[in-house]
């Protein structure tokens, strides 16, 4: 979370992906992400605010990556979905 020392998930295909790859905790301005799309790995109530905050300031659409459970809200706007968690990365940005 923000206030947490980060824990970076490792996913077969980071070392080669060209995105950006980014903790809650470093996590500052939501502007920086307007147009784009964004991938939240986690359901805790960083990743709703982070998607929330990312949703306001324009981003183009969030997947939110869960490993248990989704946070199930039925209200997300249309451009905000949950998906199962991560296995892999490939490809460029």
Known sequence: GHYTYPN???????????????HAHD????TEFKGLDILLIGTSYSAE????QCWK????????SH?????????WPDNITEVPLLTKVS???
Do not use: C
């Open 8 to 22: 970076y998930p490792h996913f077969e295909g980071f070392e080669t992906f060209q995105g950006r790859v980014l």
């Open 27 to 30: 996590m500052r301005d939501a």
């Open 49 to 52: 605010d982070i998607a929330s």
């Open 57 to 64: 300031y324009g981003a183009k659409s969030l997947a939110i």
């Open 67 to 75: 490993r248990t459970n989704p946070i199930g809200y039925e209200t």
């Open 91 to 93: 490809g460029g940005a």
